[in-house]
């Protein structure tokens, strides 16, 4: 696997969509496919994106936070 | 200190509202806790099942009188689910350091001064970049990648691409401004 296409898994890695879960976790598909430094970037880059992304939400809120509170309401 | 106990009465009579206020300040907190954990659980799957299990637990939480407290479970019940993953995928051992309380507990403050510059930041963003970056933000989760990729008429890598831009670029655009940015952001 080249560097760019690592990278590419980190990226999707560290969004927050995942599957629903039913009787246990779901993980993103491409969490499997990266290695422990790589899953750590993934890790490393969501922390570092989600207050970005909260700043610009009118209630504050991340996409972490608006998946929670969708399975929350339904 | 902040203290998110605030929003705990509302929470407890079922007001999601508040937990969203709640999640505010609680969502960093929690991830943090997890570090840990990055190289062998799903942090982001185990955070948002952590949080959706706070709200199911939270009409029925005690306060102890410190402050913060249905945060401090939070932290507790997502380290206690990453633990349940590491024995359940046998990732590596469970070790005594993943048993320990984590101390570290404090709520995200919000910054209107460098909410205004996140946003002067995005502003300035190039068309596409931008159509990824509000495409995943404004998705809330909600959808992967693939749909936001096919609803904008883009590819997956594409659409990849314009979102690593799109950080890189507000990276630099707030690093201009003297704004401490995480180095994976601009990575």
Same mark, same amino acid.
């Given at each position: 696997?080249?560097?760019?296409?690592?990278?590419?898994?980190?990226?999707?890695?560290?969004?927050?969509?995942?599957?629903?879960?039913?009787?246990?976790?779901?993980?993103?598909?491409?969490?499997?496919?990266?290695?422990?430094?790589?899953?750590?970037?993934?890790?490393?880059?969501?922390?570092a994106v989600r207050p970005l992304e909260a700043?610009?939400?009118?209630?504050?809120?991340?996409?972490?936070?608006?998946?929670?509170?969708?399975?929350?309401?339904? | 200190?902040?203290?998110?106990?605030?929003?705990?009465?509302?929470?407890?009579?079922?007001?999601?509202?508040?937990?969203?206020?709640?999640?505010?300040?609680?969502?960093?907190?929690?991830?943090?806790?997890?570090?840990?954990?990055?190289?062998?659980?799903?942090?982001? !799957? /185990?955070?948002?099942?952590?949080?959706? %299990?706070?709200?199911? *637990?939270? +009409? &029925?939480?005690?306060? @102890?009188?410190? =402050?913060?407290?249905?945060?401090?479970?939070?932290?507790?019940?997502?380290?206690?689910? !990453? /633990?349940?993953?590491?024995?359940?995928? %046998?990732?590596?051992? *469970?070790? +005594? &350091?993943?048993?320990? @309380?984590?101390? =570290?507990?404090?709520?995200?403050?919000?910054?209107?001064?460098?909410?205004?510059?996140?946003?002067?930041?995005?502003?300035?963003?190039?068309?596409?970049?931008?159509?990824?970056?509000?495409?995943?933000?404004?998705?809330?989760?909600?959808?992967?990648?693939?749909?936001?990729?096919?609803?904008?008429?883009?590819?997956?890598?594409?659409?990849?691409?314009?979102?690593?831009?799109?950080?890189?670029?507000?990276?630099?655009?707030?690093?201009?401004?003297?704004?401490?940015?995480?180095?994976?952001?601009?990575?």
């Open positions: 696997m080249t560097a760019e296409e690592t990278d590419l898994l980190i990226e999707q890695v560290a969004a927050a969509h995942r599957p629903r879960a039913t009787d246990e976790l779901r993980y993103h598909p491409a969490w499997h496919d990266l290695d422990a430094a790589g899953r750590t970037r993934a890790y490393e880059r969501a922390r700043a610009l939400d009118p209630d504050g809120l991340s996409t972490t936070a608006r998946a929670v509170l969708a399975r929350i309401r339904g | 200190m902040i203290d998110l106990d605030i929003h705990l009465a509302a929470i407890v009579a079922g007001d999601a509202d508040a937990f969203a206020r709640w999640l505010a300040g609680a969502e960093q907190p929690v991830r943090l806790s997890l570090a840990s954990f990055a190289a062998v659980v799903d942090a982001e !799957a /185990v955070l948002q099942e952590a949080l959706l %299990r706070v709200w199911q *637990v939270a +009409p &029925r939480f005690v306060a @102890d009188g410190g =402050a913060n407290g249905l945060l401090r479970l939070a932290v507790r019940i997502a380290r206690n689910l !990453a /633990v349940s993953e590491l024995r359940r995928t %046998r990732t590596r051992p *469970v070790e +005594p &350091r993943d048993l320990e @309380d984590h101390h =570290a507990v404090r709520p995200t403050p919000s910054d209107p001064m460098l909410r205004a510059a996140i946003v002067e930041c995005r502003d300035k963003l190039p068309a596409k970049p931008r159509e990824a970056f509000d495409a995943r933000t404004g998705g809330g989760g909600e959808k992967d990648d693939l749909a936001l990729a096919t609803a904008l008429g883009m590819r997956l890598n594409t659409f990849l691409q314009n979102f690593a831009r799109a950080r890189k670029l507000l990276a630099e655009c707030l690093h201009k401004r003297g704004i401490l940015v995480d180095q994976e952001l601009g990575a």
